[in-house]
């Protein structure tokens, strides 16, 4: 046999070994893949009407980018929270590595997106509880709970963690949308959401609103806004 005809053969077989192998792991991920049932984005045009109001009106994100009392801490502290209010896979990953390059121990990290406030701070505890309420609600949180954050930071600043909660809100129903299209390709749909649904959520998303990322920044920078 020469070297091409090996060559071709060995290609073969680790073809055919490769293709075994993520069969089998196909197999061993559609018994564990539980019933999909988290808040997504049924369409696109969803995506779009809560994207809207942040183009529209830059200077809510300028005075969310320039507030001094949403430190870091605070934003990544929420950044979990939400997160695992949402039960997104795949922003938990993502976030969660990031929260870690931030400073925050692993076990920091884990409490966060379980709800938990035992590693937050007195002056954080309130607007990571606002956080979990706020999710819980589908965005439409307690009148008295959105007068009780701004008693504790003031208007400016309860403003701005709401908007914040809303962008974060944004980013983990676009990813529990590629979670349910994933859960889709296991066998197991969102029996609220259709393949359609969910690849026009993504390829809004991704071909329509990332490309758009710069533009906004720049919006953002020149927007003036007053401080209340």
Known sequence: MNKRAWLIFLGSVAGGISAFLLAKAYQ???KTCPPFCKQVYHSARELLDDLTSFWQEP????????NPSLTLSLATKLLLTVTGAYGCRSCGRLFSRYAQEQGLEEKQVVSLLRGEVEFATVDEAPALFFARHYVEHGGHPDPDLVAQ???RY????AQDIITYLRLLSVANRVGNTFDALLSRILGKPSPE???WGELSVLLVFFFGILPLVPVWGVRVKRASFRPI
Request: proline fraction near 0%.
């Open 28 to 30: 061993r991920a559609r």
């Open 59 to 66: 200077a809510k994100l300028r005075s969310l980018q320039s």
């Open 149 to 151: 954050l701004v008693e």
């Open 154 to 157: 003031g208007a400016r600043t």
């Open 193 to 195: 959401t259709t393949l």
